[in-house]
Nanobody
Framework: QVQLVESGGGLVQTGGSLRLTCEAS????????MGWFRQAPGKQRERVAAISEFGSKNYISSVQGRFIISRDNVKNTMWLQMNDLKPEDTGVYYC???????????????RGQGTQVTVSS
């Protein structure tokens, strides 16, 4: 069964932290790069960060130094530690397999509910 489940979102103040979790079915997670995406109200979905099977990472410039992506290949789980959050980080966050960490192109259709992150000013 192909499954991606995001969790961990919430409402925080500017400067706060959240840790998002993505639990994936092995058929998606095994030997694949994975990534986080987000969609703000009224905007297109954008890439946020990606991690290769072996732990190489890539971030968009606006989150570099604040977010940390990580994964556990045994648990088929990926995380996104988000620190020093800003109002512009607000959105629904999704995870997906990606075609390479450089471009962070999503591999699959987005099928999960995502997890809402709201940062108040």
């Amino acid at each position: 069964q192909v499954q991606l489940v995001e969790s961990g979102g919430g409402l925080v103040q500017t400067g706060g932290s959240l840790r998002l979790t993505c639990e994936a079915s092995p058929s998606i997670f095994n030997r694949r790069a994975m990534g986080w995406f987000r969609q703000a109200p009224g905007k297109q979905r954008e890439r946020v960060a990606a991690i290769s099977e072996f732990g190489s990472k890539n971030y968009i410039s606006s989150v570099q130094g604040r977010f940390i992506i990580s994964r556990d290949n045994v648990k088929n789980t990926m995380w996104l530690q988000m620190n020093d959050l800003k109002p512009e980080d607000t959105g629904v966050y999704y995870c997906n397999a990606v075609v390479g960490i450089a471009l962070m192109e999503p591999l699959l259709d987005f099928r999960g509910q995502g997890t809402q992150v709201t940062v108040s000013s």
